[in-house]
């Protein structure tokens, strides 16, 4: 069984929906093994395995063109107002973001009235989320722990935080897995494609 899981990583790492994007192999690896735990079949549990690894991936869902976001960020780093303009451009790309953004202000400002202005928060299954960071306006915050099993939005978030020079990084690492230890004053959790439950992905069947 071992073989085939190994079998089926490396099918996933090298496949052009998935090689760009640098799953987390742990993510990979749970996925394969709870399929095949439900299918008597290994070519069943490999079929709803694609499907729930589509799910969470979730690239029919929008994501920024990276270098170029990059690009404008680095040129608006010192600029506090042209940077939200470059931070909501890059929320608006996906939907999960998007759809937050009218009230983004409001939200963290309600959030901190209850738990104080933190000085450590932990984003947790984070996608875009970071880039609300002006939205929360906490001139208390020290240290900000993304974590996504995106490895190239991870490796995108810390070049980001780089150019900014922000008090944050950013973590490949499935919290469903392996939930972080550090202790922080607030943790965000807006969304996360749980792996219970069929194994049907919206936008369509995934192509290798």
């Known amino acids: 069984m071992t073989e085939?899981?190994?079998?089926?990583?490396?099918?996933?790492?090298?496949?052009?929906?998935?090689?760009?994007?640098?799953?987390?192999?742990?993510?990979?690896?749970?996925?394969?093994?709870?399929?095949?735990?439900?299918?008597?079949?290994?070519?069943?549990?490999?079929?709803?395995?694609?499907?729930?690894?589509?799910?969470?991936?979730?690239?029919?869902?929008?994501?920024?063109?990276?270098?170029?976001?990059?690009?404008?960020?680095?040129?608006?780093?010192?600029?506090?107002?042209?940077?939200?303009?470059?931070?909501?451009?890059?929320?608006?790309?996906?939907t999960s973001t998007s759809e937050r953004l009218p009230y983004l202000s409001d939200f963290y400002s309600s959030v901190f009235s209850v738990t104080g202005l933190p000085g450590t928060i932990l984003d947790l299954a984070?996608?875009?989320?970071?880039?609300?960071?002006?939205?929360?306006?906490?001139?208390?915050?020290?240290?900000?722990?993304?974590?996504?099993?995106?490895?190239?939005?991870v490796q995108f978030l810390n070049q980001a935080f780089a150019a900014l020079q922000w008090p944050a990084t950013a973590f490949c690492e499935d919290i469903l897995i392996s939930p972080p230890a550090e202790p922080a004053d607030v943790a965000l959790l807006m969304k996360e494609c749980h792996r219970s439950g069929a194994a049907e992905a919206p936008g369509g069947r995934l192509k290798d």
């Open 4 to 94: 085939y899981v190994d079998a089926f990583l490396r099918q996933i790492e090298q496949s052009p929906k998935y090689r760009s994007l640098n799953l987390c192999p742990a993510t990979v690896r749970d996925v394969i093994e709870m399929e095949l735990a439900r299918h008597r079949k290994k070519t069943a549990a490999a079929a709803a395995a694609r499907k729930r690894l589509h799910r969470i991936a979730a690239t029919y869902l929008g994501e920024p063109n990276y270098p170029e976001s990059l690009q404008r960020l680095a040129n608006v780093a010192n600029s506090p107002g042209t940077l939200a303009a470059a931070c909501s451009e890059i929320l608006e790309a996906h």
């Open 126 to 153: 984070c996608g875009l989320n970071p880039f609300a960071l002006p939205w929360m306006n906490d001139p208390a915050l020290r240290s900000y722990g993304a974590y996504d099993c995106n490895g190239a939005r």
